[in-house]
Nanobody, 119 residues
């Protein structure tokens, strides 16, 4: 499974950005799609995940501001980020949990996209 993420950039505090991630490959079944982020000097942390088609989970720090959604036809996941804060500045990574034809589960990572929020 290959992941291609896009949509990062520089935005002022209070602004919005939308991240996209498309999965490609063959013979895989996606079980979960999500976003993680890693700020300088910090551990990578979960931002939001969508499990199967509809169950969502958010980090407390982004609840009410970020929305994760999925397009099954395109095997894509999106993260709408609103009311951005300087503490949201980080490299954002797309993550997919998928099963192959033998039902073996693996995690896959995208290349990361930088989000910078200026105060």
């Amino acid at each position: 499974v290959q992941l291609q993420a896009s949509g990062g950039g520089l935005v002022q505090a209070g602004g919005s950005l939308r991240l996209s991630c498309a999965a490609s490959g063959s013979d895989f079944s996606i079980k979960a799609m999500g976003w993680y982020r890693q700020a300088p000097g910090k551990e990578r942390e979960l931002v939001a995940v969508i499990i199967e088609d509809h169950n969502t989970l958010y980090a407390d720090s982004v609840k009410g501001r970020f929305i994760i959604s999925r397009n099954n036809t395109e095997s894509a996941v999106y993260l709408q980020m609103n009311s951005l804060k300087s503490e949201d500045t980080a490299v954002y990574y797309c993550n997919v949990k998928a099963a192959n034809s033998n039902l073996y589960l693996s995690h896959y990572w995208g290349q990361g996209t930088q989000v910078t929020v200026s105060s």
